[in-house]
T-cell receptor, first 112, second 113 residues
Framework: GESVGLHLPTLSVQEGDNSIINCAYS??????FIWYKQESGKGPQFIID?????DKRQGQRVTVLLNKTVKHLSLQIAATQPGDSAVYFC???????????FGAGTQVVVTP | NAGVTQTPKFQVLKTGQSMTLQCAQD?????MYWYRQDPGMGLRLIYY???????DKGEVPNGYNVSRLNKREFSLRLESAAPSQTSVYFC????????????FGPGTRLTVT
């Protein structure tokens, strides 16, 4: 089936800089997108989500951008901190009750 | 609220042994899920339960069975473990009904030798 994929497996970011994590999806029928953060040895933790009728949504230090024309999703983290070091997953769904399809993940490494 | 809890946290099995992974949620969620995560990979759906009393296969169901015991509990059983089932298993739940955010448990790290 179609799935969500990521452009880069590893992203190295200097502390204080902004991070941008990209995600491409292939299913034009996807109507909901979500970002998760997974720290080493833990389960994924919800960061932010966006529905297909929006193109931008902001949270605390995070912004998700959705470009449906090119089927691209990005997560922006402002003023990246050491605690942001983790693997970040995007996921999407077309199901009416939300069965998610996950991408492979991007490892974000924050350097001092 | 404890959220989603999983037991055990770690398990080592020999090939051919059986075991059941337990999952419970206290958020009154309708839907529950079992995923496996292999090194360097994303989450793959094994089975899910859209509501109490229903279960359906996900992407990688072979070698597994599930039981939705009640609204709170969703167990995953390996009848005859194989080395290919060495993985980290995550349980998740969601309210569904338009609320798609899934909440994950801490995972069970399973090694099959």
């Amino acid at each position: 089936g179609e799935s969500v994929g990521l452009h880069l497996p590893t992203l190295s970011v200097q502390e204080g800089d902004n991070s941008i994590i990209n995600c491409a999806y292939s299913n034009s029928a996807s109507d909901y997108f979500i970002w998760y953060k997974q720290e080493s040895g833990k389960g994924p933790q919800f960061i932010i989500d966006i529905r297909s009728n929006m193109d931008k949504r902001q949270g605390q230090r995070v912004t998700v951008l959705l470009n449906k024309t090119v089927k691209h999703l990005s997560l922006q983290i402002a003023a990246t901190q050491p605690g942001d070091s983790a693997v970040y997953f995007c996921a999407d769904t077309t199901d009416s009750w939300g069965k998610l399809q996950f991408g492979a993940g991007t490892q974000v490494v924050v350097t001092p | 609220n404890a959220g989603v809890t999983q037991t055990p946290k770690f398990q080592v099995l020999k090939t051919g042994q059986s075991m059941t992974l337990q999952c419970a949620q206290d958020m009154n969620h309708n839907s529950m899920y079992w995923y496996r995560q292999d090194p360097g990979m994303g989450l793959r759906l094994i089975y899910y339960s859209a509501s109490e009393g229903t279960t359906d296969k996900g992407e990688v169901p072979n070698g597994y069975n599930v039981s939705r015991l009640n609204k709170r509990e969703f167990s995953l059983r390996l009848e005859s473990a194989a080395p290919s089932q060495t993985s980290v298993y995550f349980c998740a739940s969601s309210a569904a009904d338009g609320a798609y955010e899934q909440y994950f448990g801490p995972g069970t790290r399973l090694t099959v030798t």
